[in-house]
């Protein structure tokens, strides 16, 4: 699974909307629907957020793996 539709599946396993995931991330939601379409790429401070936020890997949420594994603790 690529890195855009393994954002929006997880918003969407979140019931999270594009605009709530765009407040978080501080940007437009018209940016992160471009993030999702794979319009555009999602900048990997990004990408780290939404690890943290949705407690998955790096390595799962950029399609790198399909085992849901949490994010790493400190």
């Given at each position: 699974?690529?890195?855009?539709?393994?954002?929006?599946?997880?918003?969407?396993?979140?019931?999270?909307?594009?605009?709530?995931?765009?407040?978080?991330?501080?940007?437009?939601?018209?940016?992160?629907?471009?993030?999702?379409?794979?319009?555009?790429?999602?900048?990997?401070?990004?990408?780290?957020?939404?690890?943290?936020?949705?407690?998955?890997?790096?390595d799962y949420i950029t399609g790198a793996s399909?085992?849901?594994?949490?994010?790493?603790?400190?």
């Amino acid at each position: 699974m690529k890195y855009n539709e393994r954002i929006r599946a997880i918003r969407e396993d979140n019931d999270l909307t594009q605009q709530k995931v765009a407040d978080l991330l501080n940007i437009g939601q018209r940016t992160y629907a471009d993030y999702e379409s794979g319009k555009t790429r999602i900048p990997i401070d990004n990408i780290m957020i939404l690890a943290k936020h949705y407690n998955v890997s790096l390595d799962y949420i950029t399609g790198a793996s399909n085992i849901r594994t949490e994010y790493p603790k400190k």
